[in-house]
């Protein structure tokens, strides 16, 4: 079974702190994805990377940016914190040749305060 | 563009019967759609895709259908169980960003009534 996996599943961080959000997946997956879930908006995507040391930017980049150094590993991170940006954040991963079936982390509840 | 959006934001059934969840999406050129199942406090759970070369896929008790005229895919569920209570997610497959990328309609909450 794909398996992928997020560091904390609750976090709560202060206004104005640098935060990191990882994710690691164990399928060999070229594809990862960040995207953030608030109600009623339903799943925004932040950014992807189809490759090592590649990103692309999503529908709602402002305010994060991200890494991927290995190929199993995809960091979120943001610079400073914004109490707007208290949310669900979920990690995906897929196999290469487009963002098809995507394999989804059990997300992190981000609570700036 | 893509724009995906569901009907209903809730739908409750009675244990057993069946369940139709529907979807519309807005870029005709789309061409692979999935659906996922979220449970609280669980990420969302990959369930059925279908590409547009298909009208209808089926899985274990879910079958998608997929019109491509008026840009509509329904999820049915056979026998809901009270195991299928969860939100359900359809997304598609369009450009955006300059690459393509899955957009996610706002999810329907599925409530299984024992």
């Known amino acids: 079974d794909v398996k992928v996996t997020q560091s904390s599943r609750y976090l709560v961080k202060r206004t104005g702190e640098k935060v990191f959000l990882e994710c690691v997946q164990d399928?060999?997956?070229?594809?990862m994805f960040w995207y953030r879930q608030d109600p009623g908006l339903g799943l925004r995507l932040i950014y992807f990377?189809?490759?090592?040391?590649?990103?692309e930017k999503g529908d709602i980049p402002e305010g994060y940016s991200v890494s991927r150094e290995k190929k199993e590993r995809f960091s979120l991170i943001l610079e400073s914190a914004s109490t707007n940006q208290t949310s669900m954040y979920l990690c995906?991963?897929?196999?290469?040749?487009?963002?098809?079936?995507?394999?989804f982390g059990p997300g992190t509840r981000l609570t700036v305060t | 563009g893509e724009s995906v959006g569901l009907h209903l934001p809730t739908l409750s059934v009675q244990e057993g019967d069946n369940s139709i969840i529907n979807c519309a999406y807005s870029n005709s050129a789309s061409d692979y759609f999935i659906w996922y199942k979220q449970e609280s406090g669980k990420g969302p759970q990959f369930i059925i895709d279908?590409?547009?070369?298909?009208d209808k896929r089926q899985g274990q008790r879910v079958t998608v259908l997929l019109n491509k005229t008026v840009k509509h895919l329904s999820l049915q569920i056979a026998a809901t169980q009270p195991g299928d209570s969860a939100v359900y997610f359809c997304a598609a497959l369009g450009r955006g960003a300059g690459s393509y990328q899955l957009t996610f309609g706002k999810g329907t909450k599925l409530s299984v009534i024992p």
């Open positions: 399928m060999d997956h070229e594809n």
């Open positions: 990377s189809y490759d090592v040391k590649m990103k």
């Open positions: 279908i590409r547009s070369n298909m």
């Open positions: 995906a991963s897929s196999l290469p040749g487009g963002p098809y079936e995507q394999y």
